[in-house]
Nanobody, 115 residues
Framework: QARVVESGGGLVQPGGSLRLSCEAS????????MGWYRQPSGQERELVATITSGTSTDYADSVKGRFTISRDNARNTAYLQMNSLKAEDTALYYC?????????WGQGTQVTVSS
């Protein structure tokens, strides 16, 4: 059974760091890209960062220079290193695994930035 599972969220003070992990399993098609999206409470889901199997990356302007996405293709795992966190980074963070056939989503991991 296909699964995408995120981990690593939590409560952190402004200026702090967190590292999110995402593991995809049971997906029979090659994963072309993996990405992180976030949805603040009461708002639309938005792109945070994506990485292709060739390790090309793309970032939302709001996180450039602070967040870094990486990927272990052999393990179908993606990571999001988040530094210099701000209150506006508070959101439910979702991982996405994109294949030619369909997208797979995890259940999300909550990140709360607050003093």
């Amino acid at each position: 059974q296909a699964r995408v599972v995120e981990s690593g969220g939590g409560l952190v003070q402004p200026g702090g760091s967190l590292r999110l992990s995402c593991e995809a399993s049971g997906i029979i098609f090659p994963i072309n890209a993996m990405g992180w999206y976030r949805q603040p409470s009461g708002q639309e889901r938005e792109l945070v960062a994506t990485i292709t199997s060739g390790t090309s990356t793309d970032y939302a302007d709001s996180v450039k220079g602070r967040f870094t996405i990486s990927r272990d293709n052999a393990r179908n795992t993606a990571y999001l290193q988040m530094n210099s966190l701000k209150a506006e980074d508070t959101a439910l963070y979702y991982c996405n695994a994109k294949t030619w056939y369909r997208d797979y989503w995890g259940q999300g991991t909550q990140v709360t930035v607050s003093s």
